[in-house]
Each structure stands twice: as C-alpha cells, then as structure tokens.
C-alpha cells in the first residue's frame, strides 16, 4: 500500500513502514492486490491503529494473527539484515553498504523484542533518552549495570552460548524492568529480553536531546555506524564502509577520532578508494589525512587514475568544456572528419557524433596536454608527452595519428606512475578553481615559487576564457594569492641565501617542462613578484655584467668611442683580481665582459639617433625625382633596415621550442614590435613607390609618416629609467582611454555636424566639403575656431561668388547659406559647445586622472616589470649596432658552428643543474616554504586564541 506523496521536486529520501496487518484497520479496498489502493479511515476501535499519512509507502506484515503486536518484527529484522548488505554504488570511486541505524524514540515493553532480534544481527541502535519507557530502561540498564561484574561476552562465548548472567545483576535489571513496566504480567520474559539487550551494549548508542545540540546529532549518527564496526572486526578492511561514509558527510574530525586514532592500522588499498572519493567531492581534509596516515602518492597515482579524475571533472566548468573540445578534434581527425573549430560551443561538442572504438572515447593524457600547451603556451614544454612517446618537435596532426593507434592498443602507459604526482594533482585542482585542495596540493609539491607562479597563469589564462562573473572573480582572487605565496616564499629564500635564490629564478624545472621562474612570471604577468628586491638584484647583476655597478655613464660612452680604454683603469671589473694572472685571460675577460647588456643599451640610442640623421639628410636634402638610381645614403639606410629585419627575425622564430604561430603571435603582442613592423613596412612600401616617376610623390608622403614612427621609437630607451619608464605604461593607458573617448565624441560631431550643414546649405552635393563642414569644423570648433561671419546672419559678409542655382552648384560653383532658420544654429552651437568643453572634455580629464593615479600608485612595480623586458631584450641582442651587427654574428657563427664553444650568456636567463646540486636546491628551498607555512600557521592559532579570550570576556 503506497500514499501518493506531495509534489517535491527534489525529493532525496521515502519513508517506508512495516505495520502488523492484523492490528491495523483495514477495509476490502485495501486487500484487492492492486496498485495504489485506496484507504479510508471513519470509526476506529480502541483495540486497532489506523495507518499514519506521513509515510510514503507501508508493507503490512501479515502473520496471521489479528490484534496482536509484534507479528512483524522477525519480518523486520530480516528485511533490515538484508538491506545493511546491499550496495549503493555511489560516492565515486565504488559502492558501499546501505548503513543501517535503528532509532529507539519511546516504546512500549514488546519494542524490547523488536530490540533485541536486530542487536542479535549485529544491527545498531540509536536511543533517545528521556523519550519513553523502552528507551529509558535501555538506557538506565546501560548506566547502571555497567558497573556490576559482568564482563563483555567474546566471540566465542557468543558461539557457544553465553553464560547466564549473576543472581544480583538480574535482580537489579527486574528492579529496573519492574518501575518502567508496572502493569506487565510475564515479567521474567522482560528481563531476559533487558539482559540479552545489554549483552549487545556495544551497538547501543545513547543520546541526549538537551545536552547535545541538534548540529551534533549527525555525529551520533556515524560513531554509532562506526562502533557497531569496530565490534564485528578491528581489521581496518571492515572499516572501510563506515570511511566512505565519513568522507560522503564531510566529518574529519569523525574519522579522526574513531577510525584514525592509533587503533587501527591502515594500508594502502584500504584508502585507495577513499581517497578518490575525497578527491573528487573536494574533500582536502581527508586528502590530507590520508597521506598523513599511509597512503603513498606514488604508488596512489597512475595515468590510469589521473584520466579517471579528469574524467570526473564537473560539465559545467570551464576546464570540461575544453577537454571536450580536443576530445572532439582527435576524434574527428580518426574518423576522416575536418578539425574541430575553437568557437564551437559546449552543446555542439557533446552532440559531434563519436565513431571509435570504446578506448578512443574517453579523455586520455593527450587531451589533458593539449589543454595545459593551450593554457601555458610557450613557457612550458609539452606535459606527459613521454609516457605518450611523443616527440616535443612533433606536429599536431602527427600525434593525433599516433594517438589513434596508440588507443586501439594496450596502452601500457596507463599503469606507469606519474613522475610529479603532487604537481599533477595540483593542475588538476587549479583548473577547478578548488582553492583549498590546490593550496594543499601546493604546499606538498616541490618547486613552491615556481608552482605558484604556474597555478597563478593557468588561473588568469582560465579568468579571460570564463564567462561566469563569480567565477570569473574568484579564479582572479586565487591567482593574486599564489602570486603572494611565490613571493613570500622567494622573499625567505632571498633572506636565507642570496646567491640560492638567483640560481632559483633562471633554474630550468624538469617538472614545469623547462621553465624557469623568471619566465613563469612573465608570462602570468606577476608584477608584483617582479617588484622584489631578490629579482631586481639579479637583473642588476646582469645588467652591468662583470663591470662595478657603480661605473659612470660617461665613461662607459667615452669607452664605447675609444675601445683601448677597456684595458685600463678607467671601468672597474669585479673580477681583476682573479684574471690578473693570466694576462691572455684578462685581455680576453675584459673583452667579453666589455660587451655587457648595458653596453649594448647604451649603443641602441646613438645607432637609432644616427639612422634618424641620416634618414633626415636623405628625405631632405636631395632630388627625389631622380627614380632612375639610389644614392649612397639610401643604400645603406636600407642595408641597414635589412639587418634589422634579420636581427628580429633571429630573435623570434630561432629561440624557443614553440610552433611558428605562436611566435609570430607572442612577437606582436609587444607594442615596440609593432611599431618596428610599422616603420620596416612603410620604408619598404615608399621604397617601392619612389622607384616609378608615378608615385614617387606618394613614396615621399610614406617615408614623412615612416620618419615619425621612426623616431617615436626612440621613447622605448626610456623604460629604463625609473621616473620617465612608468610615465610610458600612463600615455599607453590613456590612449586607451582616448579610443574609448573618441566613439561618444564622434557621435555627439555627428548629430551637431549634419544638423547644422542641413541647416546652412539647403544644397551641396560635393563629398569633401560635406566632410569638412559635418567633422573637420566641429572638431575645430571644440578649440575655439569658430568663423560667426560664416554662422551668425547679423555678421554675414557679402559674397558675390554664391549661387543658389543647382546646376551651377553640380557644376563646382560655391551654394549660398541658407538664413531661414539661422537663430537655431546659433542654438546648436551654444549646446554643442556647452556639451563638448564641459561635459566631455572634463569626462576625459577624470579618465586620465584616474589613469594617471592608478598608474602612479604601482609605479614602481610597473616600472621594475618593464625594466625586466628591456633587460631582456637587449641581453639577447649582439652588442654591435646595425651595419656593425654583421660582424657580431659573423664571431657568433665561429664560435658556435666552428669552434663550439657553449654560450656563457645564455646561462644569465637559463640554468640547468642536475643530481645533488639539484637535490639541494629542492630541499632548500622546501625548508623555506615549510618556515613560511610555521609562520602563517602560529598567527592562526594565536589569532583564533586571542579571539576566544576576547569571546570569554563577553
């Protein structure tokens, strides 16, 4: 018999009763075996019970006998036996038993029956204490015959029948039975019932309604699961139920204190499910006390493990979504379909149909890759492409190929271990934005600053791909606060060993796919770690090279045009005294430590200011007509732009490991680059226009405009500096600000430019001066260049060159102005003035004042940032300027093809190390993070204790 119940959208639970048919009232509806039967209830005797509407469904257990209780409770038993040994096949990882927990609320003498057959099957109780007879008794026998002589049956005696309790513990259980059930005629049945219940004490749990809280009653709940376990069995195998039990309701401090107490000893395949499951819910507590009590990671996790946790990634998250996008483009590739575009959205992906076999369905190591190369980009090689046999120089199509064939076999890749697990499980937790778990997964992976400058990029890369707001804020907020966590841990590093800590930011990391730190934050934009004093000395340091820091300008340019004045005392080297000894040596040494990056800086400057020069005196100074023949000076400005276009060209597509795209993507993004594209562009388009009589005139308007852009570029020498360089990012920002500006203030020129030509010339079809008078006078008039004889009526001067004859008009003859509606336009211009020198030029105004104050708050991060890039750029350029340059790559060649001679430069950015000298700066660096973890740890607890005092106070 079943009750309908009442509409619940997101009903989770049904409860079921299990009453005796022959005591409850009941009609010939309810009898017919059909479904749903209908019950009624009108006049019911005193001797029956009508069935209770707050249950979802009722089986009545028919045993015969009418008006008598307890027919059903073996039925009940049985059926509660059963059920504790079913599985749920939930929780993620695998399934578990149905818990199974009897709750005692009152109850009369025969609920002890009911009582004591589900205790004889190892089924636990919950009592309410102070509810009601039955419960009270069972609660009053524990008390107080707890203390009598009897002790806890065994096993065995249980097997072989238990003894029979003493004469005294039984006369005080009927002293007991006898107060709660006065009216009772088989008395010595009640008190055979109370002793076998208290021989099962064990899964008998009491709880107090008015001393425990209703937050608390959860945790009866599982430690009455829990000890029920630990009286079946103290194997930890039978404690793995109640663990995943634990883990589904989230109480650590359960598990903790009931089933990791010392009491039990856990092995590695106990936990192993467990530990996805708490991997999977996001569960960091139970993570951690897992690994804390015998669960080793390495052998924990395999590929196998980590695509199944990819797998388990959440649909509506941004990371799934893209997963599924190379998901679909691998299969596509298999099934001879086109590649997949970036702009299909997640509906489209999930209905692409799939036609490969079962293995080539699911995410593998490949699509997990695909994503960390597409989020990354350029500073990491590519993960997990050596379990795969991938190649780093391998192109997609190829691995997609070789992916396929690699999936219709046996992959035996899946059961290797992950080389980095803690680092692995860490991406994982970062691109699901679980903040918690990736902090943990943080501390407990090496390489601390470099780990939190990689969570700090994949978060901002995730951050302009999200759509959501909140997620959007959150994953921002999370990347700051790995952004401080590398800068806290490198700030102790720093404090601890000076010298360590530069070999920690351009150390090369096997285990973030070579990158270094250095490139790490540049690549997550981490100004902020830039801004410290560690970064900045190491950029010093390889700013002036082997020279004193102290060195003057002026000698290092007096040197520059004098080279015999390296050999002598005017600059000043760190390392004379150890190179004075050998003389070959130290002239060598001096040479080469003579070409510094400042070196190289401070040549750019005269190169750029010489080129402008000669650019000036050949744009100005000669026939331009002559297209026949170049002069000298042409030739080498364009001998020397060739050059250039060869040095940017070194710098960009021969450096790195990354796809020709990606290069050419990462080399625009910078605003000097394109201007330098800008310049060579125009140079060579004027060059091919002064080539022919018919377009030379236009060449020369190209070679003005190349000239500007020319010498706009002379700006960038100023990033260096640490007033002017900030003052740079503030003119970039506001032409930002300008752009956003310019779309209010050509719509409002719009509106007042066509309504006051409308009203002044009734006809003029020519298409210049409609411009003119629609733009070019508003504009002018918004800095005071307004003409009122050719607006105002009262000031109009006479014109005699005017017509009002369209044909003449059409034919090129000046329209006159039209005075019908004169008045209005004097109107208009008061509002367009009024609109546009008060409203909008104040409105841009505030928009450079807030610029400029944002800018100049962080100016000395912006400019420390910027001064990295500079250094940077200029370290890999030869230290001879354009047309000279040819000779520094013509030494570069010798000594690298012929002689090979490793470069000493290249270790200034990038520094591999290997074995012990590796497995120290591992560990130090770990001690590091470990203080700063004890630190941030001790004003925890002494902030939480300090707030308990001041609660205690209250």
């Known amino acids: 018999m079943r009750r309908r119940p009442p509409p619940c959208p997101r009903r989770k639970s049904s409860l079921w009763a299990w009453p005796p048919g022959g005591w409850c009232t009941t009609d010939s509806s309810s009898s017919t075996h059909s479904f749903p039967a209908r019950y009624y209830v009108q006049n019911t005797s005193r001797d029956s019970c009508c069935l209770d509407n707050n ?37 993620g990882s695998g399934s578990i038993d149905v818990p199974v927990l009897c709750m005692l609320i009152s109850g009369d003498a025969a609920m002890l029956e009911r009582v004591d057959l589900s205790l004889k099957k190892a089924t636990p109780w919950l009592v309410l204490n102070g509810s009601g007879p039955a419960a009270d008794l069972i609660c009053e026998l524990l008390d107080a015959l707890s203390a009598g002589p009897m002790s806890p049956p065994s096993p065995q005696s249980e097997a072989e029948g238990s003894k029979s309790p003493s004469a005294e513990l039984r006369d005080r259980a009927r002293e007991r039975v006898r107060r709660h059930f006065t009216a009772e005629a088989d008395l010595e049945k009640l008190v055979d019932r109370a002793l076998s219940i208290y021989q099962n004490r064990d899964l008998i749990t009491v709880f107090h309604g008015e001393q425990e809280s209703s937050d608390d009653f959860d945790t009866v709940l599982l430690k009455a699961l829990v000890r029920a376990s ?27 204190s009931e089933l990791f107490n010392g009491g039990i000893q856990w092995k590695y395949e106990d936990l192993e499910d467990s530990m996805t499951d708490a991997l999977i819910n996001d569960k960091p507590q139970f993570v951690r006390l897992f690994t804390e009590n015998g669960l080793n990671i390495l052998d924990y996790l395999t590929y196998r493990r980590l695509e199944g946790l990819y797998r388990s990634l959440s649909d509506s998250s941004l990371a799934y979504t893209l997963l599924q996008r190379r998901l679909t483009e691998r299969q596509g590739l298999a099934g001879s379909l086109p590649t997949v575009p970036c702009s299909l959205d997640r509906a489209s992906l999930l209905k692409s149909p799939i036609s490969e076999p079962s293995s080539a369905k699911e995410l593998s190591l490949y699509e997990m890759s695909r994503l960390l190369w597409d989020i990354l980009g350029d500073v990491c090689e590519p993960f997990y492409y050596s379990p795969l046999k991938l190649d780093q120089s391998t192109s997609t199509r190829r691995a997609l190929k070789h992916m396929k064939k690699l999936l219709l076999e046996e992959c035996t890749y899946k059961e290797q271990r992950c080389l980095s697990p803690w680092a692995s499980l860490f991406i994982w937790a970062v691109l699901q934005n679980r903040s918690e ?65 530069f070999t920690l930011l351009i150390r090369k990391s096997p285990v973030w796919g070579g990158a270094t730190c250095l490139q790490m934050a540049t690549a997550a934009d981490a100004r902020l770690f830039f801004s410290h004093d560690g970064v900045q000395s190491l950029l010093s340091q ?16 007096l040197t520059f045009f004098l080279p015999p004045l390296i050999y002598t005392n005017l600059i000043t080297f760190r390392l004379r005294k150890k190179l004075i000894q050998e003389n070959v040596q130290y002239v060598m040494r001096r040479f080469s430590s003579s070409l510094c990056t400042i070196v190289s800086f401070q040549i750019s400057p005269f190169s750029l200011s010489a080129n402008l020069l000669l650019y000036q005196s050949n744009f100005q100074n000669r026939n331009w007509k002559d297209t026949e023949k170049m002069v000298t000076k042409e030739s080498f400005l364009t001998l020397r732009l060739c050059l250039s276009v060869c040095l940017s060209v070194s710098q960009t597509f021969f450096v790195g490991s990354n796809t020709i795209y990606q290069r ?36 020369r308007a190209v070679f003005a405009v190349d000239y500007m852009v020319f010498t706009l570029r002379l700006i960038h020498i100023f990033a260096i500096h640490k007033q002017l360089g900030p003052k740079i990012i503030i003119v970039g920002n506001m032409m930002k600000d300008i752009f956003f500006f310019l779309f209010f203030l050509a719509v409002w020129l719009m509106a007042y430019g066509v309504a006051n030509q409308a009203l002044l010339y009734s006809y003029d079809p020519r298409p210049n001066w409609i411009f003119r008078r629609v733009f070019y006078r508003p504009y002018l008039h918004i800095f005071g260049q307004i003409p009122i004889h050719e607006m105002d009526a009262d000031k109009l001067e006479e014109r005699i060159q005017c017509t009002n004859n369209a044909t003449l008009i059409e034919a090129g003859a000046e329209p006159c102005m039209s005075t019908y509606a004169n008045w209005l336009v004097v109107i208009l211009l008061v509002i367009y003035l009024l609109v546009t020198n008060i409203l909008l030029v104040n409105l841009l105004i505030a928009m450079f004042s807030h610029t400029f104050s944002k800018v100049q708050e962080n100016s000395d991060t912006y400019w420390k940032f910027q001064r990295y890039k500079l250094i940077l750029e200029y370290h890999s350029r030869p ?20 002689r090979r001679i490793p470069s000493v430069k290249i270790k200034h950015f990038v520094l591999e190390i290997h074995g012990r000298q590796a497995s120290k700066l591992n560990m130090w660096e770990a001690i590091q993070k470990e203080n700063i973890l004890s630190a941030q740890n001790k004003r925890e607890r002494e902030s939480d204790s300090e707030r308990l005092k001041r609660t205690s106070v209250k």
Not at 242 to 253: H, I, S, T
Not at 687 to 692: A, E, I, L, V
Request: hydrophobic letters at 45%; one cysteine or more; glycine letters at 4%.
């Open 55 to 91: 249950y979802q469904a009722f089986l009545l257990v028919d045993d015969g006998s009418v008006g008598r209780r307890g027919g059903e409770m073996v039925f009940r038993a049985k059926m509660e036996d059963y059920i504790s040994h079913q599985r749920t096949g939930i929780w």
């Open 230 to 256: 630990k009286r079946v069995s103290s194997d930890a195998s039978e404690y793995t139920e109640e663990l995943k039990l634990a883990v589904a309701w989230n109480r650590v401090d359960i598990a903790k």
């Open 437 to 501: 778990m990736a902090v943990y997964f943080w501390e407990m992976a090496g390489e601390s600053v470099l780990s939190a400058l990689a969570g700090c990029k994949i978060l901002r890369e995730l951050s302009k791909l999200e759509s959501e707001t909140e997620t959007k804020l959150s994953m921002k907020e999370l990347s700051q606060k790995f952004e401080n966590l590398a800068l806290d841990v490198f700030s102790e590093c720093y404090q601890s060993s000076e010298r360590r800590s």
């Open 542 to 557: 390889i700013w002036w090279g082997d020279m004193e820091r102290s060195t003057k300008v002026w000698k290092l340019v």
């Open 664 to 699: 050419m993507s990462l080399y625009i993004q910078d605003m000097w680059n394109k201007c330098d594209i800008l310049a060579i562009s125009l140079f060579a388009l004027g060059m091919c226009c002064r080539m022919f009589p018919w377009s030379y005139e236009f060449g």
């Open 879 to 898: 230290c001879l300027a354009p047309p000279f340059i040819i000779i520094s790559h013509l030494h570069l060649f010798i000594k690298r093809r012929i």
